[in-house]
């Protein structure tokens, strides 16, 4: 049986009366221009025939899936859907069985974890992975080491290359932190922080990299709903400032429908449904998917 977020008797209605975003967005605008052939729009991001196992067990069957540039994706469905399964394969975590992916034009049967900054890729966990004992700013910093060109030498001494590029890391590091409105707690302890801003901290280490394609694995994950609010906003901010490309996996779908420019639905490792939140919402197999229907009808079980 899945879990999901509402009781069975309200889910149809719950899910039909969320709001969604408007398709006036510049990033839905974008995918329709894409779909419709414009050439000045292009392909940030694509999965073709991708196929995942454990043991037997299918996690990922024939997935197909395309992120144009600057758009907000968002990837759902119950739990054991294969959702962080698709993820870590984006992020080279996992090899698939089959299939390739194609970043920014160049193509991949497993993407090279230890290049993933070169390629302009981001990622957050579902768990946070902050350093507690340093400050804000210096978490932030970090994040940056994969821009240094300096030699060890220049690093040591801090001349030539090391002190330009430490003059660029700090004011790189401080635009983010106030993008943010973390300004306040800038010189704190990371571990002193309430959750929802250890969240916000998690994000700026992941923007301060300038990626063009920003992975966010449960976001709003034990998150107040006033902190969701301002992480939705801020979320929202990054595409619409920085022109990131992002590709949100979430369990709110009140978030995600009134996030995304367009929704993918996996469920036991099949997409069962990709188009604009009003296309998602009133597909009935997602609402099957949610409500736990005809699951009896697909033995094979998959990764979330």
């Keep these: 049986m899945n879990q999901y977020f509402y009781p069975r008797s309200e889910l149809r209605a719950t899910i039909a009366n969320l709001p969604i975003h408007a398709e006036r967005n510049s990033g839905l605008s974008s995918v329709r221009e894409h779909e419709k052939g414009n050439s000045r729009q292009s392909g940030a991001l694509a999965l073709s025939g991708i196929s995942l196992s454990f043991g037997g067990v299918t ?16 990837i759902i469905g119950p739990n054991g859907a294969g959702k962080s399964s698709l ?11 089959s299939g390739h992916i194609r970043i920014n034009g160049h193509t991949y049967q497993k993407v090279p974890t230890h290049q993933l900054a070169r390629l302009g890729i981001a990622r957050t966990f579902q768990n946070l992975a902050l350093f507690k004992g340093l400050s804000v700013l210096d978490n932030v910093k970090i994040s940056r080491v994969h821009h240094s060109r300096a030699t060890f030498l220049e690093q040591i001494t801090g001349l030539g ?3 330009r590029e430490e003059t660029d890391s700090l004011n790189r590091s401080n635009a983010i932190i106030d993008f943010l409105d973390l300004g306040d707690v800038r010189h704190s302890l990371a571990g ?25 694995d449960e976001p709003m994950a034990g998150m ?36 995304s420019d367009r929704i993918a639905v996996l469920d036991y490792g099949r997409k069962i449904a990709d188009g604009t939140p009003a296309e998602v919402r009133s ?19 998959g990764s979330n």
């Design 59 to 74: 996690a990922l069957s024939e997935i197909d899936l395309n992120i144009v540039s600057g758009e907000i994706r968002s």
């Design 87 to 97: 993820i870590n394969i984006i992020s080279g975590v996992y090899r698939p069985d």
């Design 161 to 163: 290359r090391a002190r």
């Design 192 to 216: 002193t922080l309430s959750y929802g801003l250890q969240k916000r901290v998690e994000l700026a280490r992941a923007l301060v990299a300038e990626p063009k394609i920003l992975l966010l």
């Design 224 to 259: 107040t709903p006033a902190d969701k609010q301002d992480l939705t906003g801020f979320i929202r901010a990054a595409r619409d400032q920085f022109g990131t490309t992002v590709v949100l996996i979430e369990h709110d779908i009140g978030v995600v429908m009134g996030l």
């Design 283 to 301: 597909n009935q197999a997602v609402i099957d998917a949610y409500m736990g229907i005809d699951h009896e009808e697909n033995p094979t079980g």
